[in-house]
């Protein structure tokens, strides 16, 4: 045992084990995939020569990025046979990640679904760029490309998320001002209250992955968002319960539903109201909402 502590490989894959899972999950928004990534990343860092490695984080940020490319255009096929609507797997996380405001706002549900619409190694150079601070050239050894390619595409890449991410940064408060409007609403049942929230143009956006109902597509306008709630309520049977909690270093709800965990809901609010509801009802992805996952930009 004290030779397993004591090896380099193994202290140093440990000591940025954290780092490493958060750039695995914020390229592929599964923490089960990301675990897979590591694995393998684990599987190639054992085979290294340390003596002629340089730099061993970015070395392992390097071997990590090059799995979650791999396992990301797998995933790309999965995605296209999904039912419904695909958003990223939440996990419940501690203090410190939502206090690093930068973190918490690529880990956000509502960025990740943005994420989305990128080309794997488009998502990959943004990821490893905007939300580690990568250097070009490490990015470009990751990604086999030259670093000025490599610039190239996080130049198109940040154009193309900017251009569909709220203009300035949404302090907690305001988004836990939703929240708890939010949670009055659903203990009161007056869901036409929330029109005073919501931005007319509110996207809903619902996962149930084929094994719980969902819309199949995304439900846009206040008044339709309002009216698709109160119905899926009214279907439900049962008593709705609401907690508020931490999901990817932001505000948000735990829905149980006769006290049985039914999804999570996230919020995106931008100029004090909110324009973006994401609930996660697949069960597949809720297994990592009732313990805290420990994630890292550093």
């Known amino acids: 045992m004290n030779d397993h502590v004591t090896d380099p490989a193994t202290k140093a894959f440990v000591a940025h084990r954290d780092l490493l899972f958060t750039v695995a999950y914020e390229m592929l928004g599964s923490a089960a995939d990301a675990e897979d990534v590591l694995q393998e990343a684990w599987l190639r860092w054992a085979k290294v020569d340390l003596a002629q490695v340089r730099d061993q984080r ?15 255009r797998t995933l790309q096929r999965r995605k296209e046979a999904y039912v419904g609507p695909w958003l990223p797997e939440p996990l419940l996380t501690a203090p410190d990640v939502a206090e690093d405001v930068e973190l918490a706002e ?12 990128l080309s794997p190694t488009e998502r990959a150079v943004f990821v490893l760029r905007e939300v580690f601070d990568i250097g070009y050239d490490d990015i470009a050894a990751a990604i086999g490309k030259s670093p000025a390619a490599a610039r190239q595409i996080a130049y198109r890449a940040r154009r193309h998320v900017d251009a569909r991410r709220p203009s300035t940064p949404v302090s907690p408060e305001e988004t836990r001002a939703a929240l708890n409007s939010f949670q009055s609403a659903l203990v009161t049942g007056d869901l036409r209250g ?6 007319p143009d509110v996207v809903f956006v619902s996962d149930g992955g084929g094994l719980k109902l969902a819309a199949l597509r995304p439900v846009v306008g206040a ?33 149980r539903l006769d006290d049985v965990i039914d999804g999570v809901l996230a919020f995106r609010v931008d100029n004090a109201r909110v324009t973006g509801l994401y609930y996660v009802r697949n069960p597949e992805k809720l297994t990592r909402v009732e313990s805290e996952t420990p994630l890292t930009s550093r």
């Open 58 to 72: 970015a070395y392992l940020v390097r071997i990590t990025t090059r799995q979650a490319l791999n396992r990301l």
């Open 223 to 255: 008044d339709k968002v309002l009216s698709y709630m109160a119905g899926s309520l009214g279907k439900a049977g049962g008593t709705f319960t609401s907690e508020p909690t931490t999901v990817n270093g932001n505000p948000g709800l735990i829905l």
């Open 194 to 199: 929330l029109l005073d929230v919501l931005a």
């Open 106 to 117: 690529n880990l956000s549900l509502a960025l990740m679904f943005i994420l989305e619409t």
